[in-house]
């Protein structure tokens, strides 16, 4: 992913949690009987490694975004 370049890492990075966020949300919609729910999404700890040191502002979108 990375030999493609950094925007193409973020877009790949984007586009597999939006289909993480949109299994995990389908899943709760059947299986409501949760009585504690917890996820861990990473585009805001991937952003961090990609911009940390150019742009904190994309850390913050990532954090935002999610």
Known sequence: ???KGINEA???MW???K???QKIFK???KH???KLFMVWFDPADLAGRFYMSKSKLKVM???FKQ
């Open 10 to 12: 973020e877009r790949a």
């Open 27 to 29: 899943m709760l919609e």
């Open 32 to 34: 409501t009987k949760h």
């Open 19 to 21: 289909y993480r966020k």
């Open 1 to 3: 992913m990375f030999e």
């Open 15 to 17: 586009k597999i949690h």
């Open 61 to 63: 979108r990532a954090y």
